[in-house]
């Protein structure tokens, strides 16, 4: 089973900084995607960043030149170093696997249990 613990998630003040990690466990899978989403209260939750086996990254616009997405796959975890942090920042944030099973094609998706990023003014 594929498990995802979020940390690093605290309260800052605008402008400040903060980086986010991932810890992936995947026994028997192969990943096919990482990524970071966030969720406002009230709000759909939405992509952040997301990062390709290839090494290709994707940034929602709002984040982007802000935050970076990076994998150490050496201690297999994902990143997420976010800078000139805003108070529309503040949300929890969720780190997201996409796997295949060794031997089929078709993708799960899992899901971390969430760290909460506060930004004051």
């Known amino acids: 089973q594929v498990q995802l613990v979020e940390s690093g998630g605290a309260s800052v003040q605008a402008g400040g900084f903060l980086r986010l990690s991932c810890a992936v466990s995947?026994?028997?899978?192969?990943?096919?995607?990482l990524g970071w989403y966030r969720q406002a209260p009230g709000s759909q939750r939405e992509l952040v960043a997301q990062l390709t086996t290839e090494g290709y990254t994707t940034y929602g616009d709002s984040v982007l030149g802000r935050f970076a997405i990076s994998m150490d796959n050496a201690k297999n975890t994902l990143s997420l170093q976010m800078g000139s942090l805003k108070p529309e920042d503040t949300a929890v944030y969720y780190c997201n696997a996409v796997v295949r099973r060794f031997g089929r094609t078709n993708h799960q998706t899992f899901w971390g249990q969430g760290t909460q990023v506060t930004v004051s003014a």
């Open positions: 995947r026994p028997g899978f192969s990943i096919v995607n």
